[in-house]
């Protein structure tokens, strides 16, 4: 398991390199302006799935966005 900051840095780094920094900044925002209970999106919208399932889900959605 990684350390807080690891993961920070690990996340922040990919985030990045797949979106750019300011659209990294934005999708941040987007967290902090709303309240966003990450346990109750992840039941509404991923339960059920694996994890590649949802790897493969995310892969196909950010190559529909770029």
């Known amino acids: 398991m990684m350390t ?3 993961l ?6 990919y985030l990045t ?3 750019g ?4 900044e ?3 925002s987007l967290f902090i302006k709303e309240p966003f209970d990450y ?3 992840y039941r ?3 339960q059920g799935m694996s994890v590649r399932e949802i790897s493969n ?3 196909k959605y950010c190559d529909e966005m770029l």
């Open 4 to 6: 807080d900051i690891v």
């Open 8 to 13: 920070k840095d690990c996340g922040m780094k």
């Open 17 to 19: 390199e797949k979106l």
């Open 21 to 24: 920094l300011i659209d990294t």
């Open 26 to 28: 934005r999708f941040i």
């Open 39 to 41: 346990t109750v999106w």
């Open 44 to 46: 509404s919208q991923l």
């Open 57 to 59: 889900a995310a892969k």
